[in-house]
């Protein structure tokens, strides 16, 4: 079954206390992208990743890393989270221009900074 | 740079009723547009999407949508209302040219009274 999985689902973490969040899809997509929702705002692209080792910033980046060293994993990094980072975060991935054609979102993460 | 207006934060309609959420883009290039929905606690997925050709935009679960250029708008539509149909619905717009990003509206959630 086609899917992206992202783990973990819920997480409680405290200010400054690195954190990973996994991202895996299984369709050889190429573009891979995370984003964060927060009420009345939507969702908001932290980074996105066009392929292996090519990564660029999206509208909220600060706060954030990411890496692409396999085509199928995306891990979103914390290195020093704060509360304002309590979120629910989204990977998705698509197969190509992420401009016509479907992206395909993960199950979410729901993060609590305290 | 693109950007999506979702007219309402929150809609109701009684079962059986029309469903018309309202989204306006802008774009200074040929856009793209889709709807996700977002059901409880799940991630999103695709409903329909415009790229190129017919601007009556026909989906999965009864919803369609037209693009219309003129008025830059892409509301989304369902003839009548079912209970199942209560979710976040989001409207997004990207570029038909280069390796972008979708930008998402702030989102609608719908509600359906029996």
């Known amino acids: 079954e086609a899917q992206v999985t992202q783990n973990p689902r819920y997480l409680i973490t405290v200010t400054g206390k690195k954190l990973t969040v996994t991202c895996s899809q299984n369709m050889n997509h190429e573009y891979m992208s995370w984003y964060r929702q927060d009420p009345g705002l939507g969702l908001r692209q932290i980074y996105y990743?066009?392929?292996?080792?090519?990564?660029d910033k999206g509208d909220v980046p600060e706060g954030y890393k990411v890496s692409r060293k396999e085509k199928r994993n995306f891990p979103l990094i914390l290195e020093s989270p704060s509360p304002n980072q309590t979120s629910l975060y989204f990977c998705?991935?698509?197969?190509?221009?992420?401009?016509?054609?479907?992206?395909?979102f993960g199950q979410g993460t729901r993060l609590t900074v305290v | 740079a693109q950007s999506v207006t979702q007219l309402g934060s929150h809609v109701s309609v009684s079962e059986g009723a029309l469903v018309l959420l309202r989204c306006n883009y802008s774009?200074?290039?040929?856009?793209?547009l889709f709807w996700y929905v977002q059901y409880p606690n799940q991630g999103l997925q695709l409903l329909l999407k415009?790229?190129?050709?017919?601007?009556l935009v026909k989906g999965i679960n009864g919803f369609e949508a037209e693009f219309k250029k003129s008025e830059t708008s892409f509301h989304l539509t369902k003839p009548s209302a079912h209970m199942s149909d209560a979710a976040e619905y989001f409207c997004a717009v990207s570029r038909a040219s280069g390796n972008t990003p979708l930008v998402f509206g702030k989102g609608t959630r719908l509600s359906v009274i029996a």
């Open positions: 998705a991935s698509s197969l190509g221009r992420a401009g016509n054609t479907e992206a395909f």
């Open positions: 415009y790229t190129t050709g017919a601007t």
């Open positions: 990743s066009m392929n292996v080792e090519v990564t």
């Open positions: 774009s200074s290039v040929p856009p793209y």
